[in-house]
């Protein structure tokens, strides 16, 4: 039987929107840089890229910095530390948080950073509106705000103009592009440093040879997962979701469904049956044809218990034993009740050699 892939959080499958608007910049020779009809030509796939991510992610083309990915855009909160606190909430995704220690304060920050839709639960995250003082997180203010977008994009309505965010960070593989490439999103007329220094491109923010072929994947992708949001390909996969929990619950009433009373991204389901190893999970469940995780995927392939769970409040057995399994428009109502029938199998197997 064909394998089945749940792991849309980590990477989304290639679009073929993507792949041929790829395999068709490979054909242009120019340097974006270059003032010749070639450079030329590559300059205007960029350019047609950068407008198609602008109107995925809601904001103006010139806001738009090519990167290789949410991880690099994030590094602009580094140029923020000599200047003041940068606070990253700590369910964050590495890609903010790891680098910068945890700063509960009230008054003297700078930067808030932030996840609006999070990785492993699903969970949107309402970062407040921005009042005389700043951005509020709790009783924590700062003067700017950054979005991790990256989850969220083409899977909710989303708009960088009317969030009132100064930056924002996505990634192209999570809606279907090529991964190594994404972007950061600069509010217009905000000063930032440079992310990488050299040539000059993308504005002064991002020097070096823009990636031509990625970037063009990125921008199809893009406009791809707006056309899936706008014909309401989500709600069909929040139902197949929806009956994913609605049939594990049934069978197993212990089983904890992280953030299933929150708003929550359409295609994840983040949950646990206290005792039964989340790896452990994954592995039987990849024997047996199911590619899940176990959290972010982002951690060098390491298995541990979640981070993001732990700062939810839930204790150390349920962090390490959830699981995430995230769908996709191409998941099926059949895989969606094998996949449910083959865990509670492993889970029946799992009570007997724990008894």
């Given at each position: 039987m064909s394998r089945v892939y749940l792991?849309?959080?980590?990477?989304?499958?290639?679009?073929?929107?993507?792949?041929?608007?790829?395999?068709?910049?490979?054909?242009?020779?120019?340097?974006?840089?270059s003032v010749h009809g070639e450079g030329r030509a590559a300059k205007a796939i960029v350019e047609r890229a950068r407008a198609q991510v602008a109107g995925a992610v809601g904001c103006k083309p010139q806001e738009v910095i090519f990167t290789s990915g949410a991880t690099e855009a994030a590094g602009v909160l580094r140029s923020a530390q000599p200047h003041g606190a940068v606070m990253v909430d700590d369910t964050a995704h590495d890609a903010l948080w790891a680098h910068f220690d945890l700063t509960h304060v009230e008054?003297?920050?700078?930067?808030?950073?932030?996840?609006?839709?999070?990785?492993?639960?699903?969970?949107?995250?309402?970062?407040?509106?921005?009042?005389?003082?700043?951005?509020?997180?709790?009783?924590?203010?700062?003067?700017?705000?950054l979005l991790d977008v990256t989850q969220a994009i083409g899977r909710v309505p989303f708009s960088f103009a009317w969030s009132g965010a100064d930056l924002a960070v996505c990634s192209a593989h999570k809606l279907g592009g090529p991964k190594g490439v994404g972007a950061l999103i600069v509010r217009q007329?905000?000063?930032?440093?440079?992310?990488?220094?050299?040539?000059?491109?993308?504005?002064?923010?991002?020097?070096?040879?823009?990636?031509?072929?990625?970037?063009?994947?990125?921008?199809?992708a893009a406009e791809a997962a707006m056309r899936d949001l706008a014909d309401g390909t989500w709600r069909q996969v929040e139902k197949l979701r929806n009956i994913l929990e609605s049939s594990i619950e049934e069978s197993a009433k212990e089983t904890i469904?992280?953030?299933?009373?929150?708003?929550?991204?359409?295609?994840?389901?983040?949950?646990?049956?206290?005792?039964?190893?989340?790896?452990?999970?994954?592995?039987?469940?990849?024997?047996?044809?199911?590619?899940?995780?176990?959290?972010?995927?982002?951690?060098?392939?390491?298995?541990r218990e979640s981070r993001v769970l732990r700062a939810m409040g839930f204790d150390e057995e349920v962090a390490r034993s959830a699981i995430r399994v995230s769908l996709g428009p191409e998941t099926t109502e059949d895989e969606i009740y094998r996949f449910a029938e083959i865990w509670l199998k492993q889970l029946d197997k799992h009570r007997a050699r724990a008894a």
């Open positions: 792991d849309y959080n980590a990477t989304a499958p290639l679009r073929p929107e993507a792949r041929d608007a790829m395999v068709a910049a490979m054909d242009v020779v120019g340097n974006p840089s008054s003297g920050a700078n930067v808030l950073a932030m996840g609006l839709a999070n990785s492993e639960t699903g969970v949107i995250t309402d970062p407040g509106t921005k009042g005389a003082e700043g951005w509020p997180y709790g009783a924590y203010h700062a003067t700017s705000l007329g905000l000063e930032i440093e440079a992310l990488a220094r050299g040539g000059g491109q993308e504005m002064g923010r991002r020097s070096g040879t823009e990636n031509v072929i990625g970037i063009a994947g990125f921008g199809a469904f992280v953030g299933k009373s929150e708003r929550r991204l359409p295609n994840t389901s983040c949950f646990a049956a206290p005792g039964w190893k989340g790896e452990t999970q994954v592995m039987q469940m990849d024997l047996a044809g199911f590619a899940i995780s176990a959290g972010s995927a982002c951690s060098s392939g390491k298995v």
